[in-house]
């Protein structure tokens, strides 16, 4: 497709406003870590807190494709709420992220081939 075939819904100013915008707010948002914190000791609280953003990052990922999976045109699915409660219940349990995203894959797959 070329640019005059694709459909308007938005200004090419807006856009370009949108775009500039969305990666300056990305690069300050990653400077103010590593250039101007970067070579500083953090306060113990700080440190404290971001111990969990990658235990929050990763069911923020899946949880949408779970609860509104593409594969069946938003609606619940079975199956992936099932490897959901199983990658849960052995990430609590056994505290092992690999096996928890292993057993997740394994019962998806059993759920898939048993449900159809």
Avoid: C, K
């Avoid at 990666?23 to 400077?31: A, C, D, H, M, Y």
């Avoid at 000791?41 to 609860?67: C, K, N, S």
């Avoid at 619940?76 to 092992?96: E, K």
Wanted: charged content about 10%; proline content about 7%; overall charge positive.
């Amino acid at each position: 497709m070329t640019p005059e075939t694709l459909p308007q819904s938005i200004d090419r100013v807006d856009l370009w406003i949108v775009i500039v915008g969305l990666g300056l707010g990305s690069f300050l948002l990653r400077f103010a870590f590593l250039g101007l914190v970067g070579n500083r000791q953090m306060p113990e609280w700080l440190l404290r807190h971001l111990r969990y953003t990658p235990v929050a990052v990763l069911p923020a990922l899946v949880a949408p494709l779970v609860v509104w999976p593409a594969a069946t045109g938003g609606d619940m699915d079975p199956a992936r709420m099932t490897a959901a409660l199983v990658t849960l219940a052995i990430g609590v349990f056994l505290r092992r992220t690999l096996l928890a995203i292993l057993g997740g894959l394994t019962v998806l797959y059993l759920m898939l081939w048993l449900v159809g």
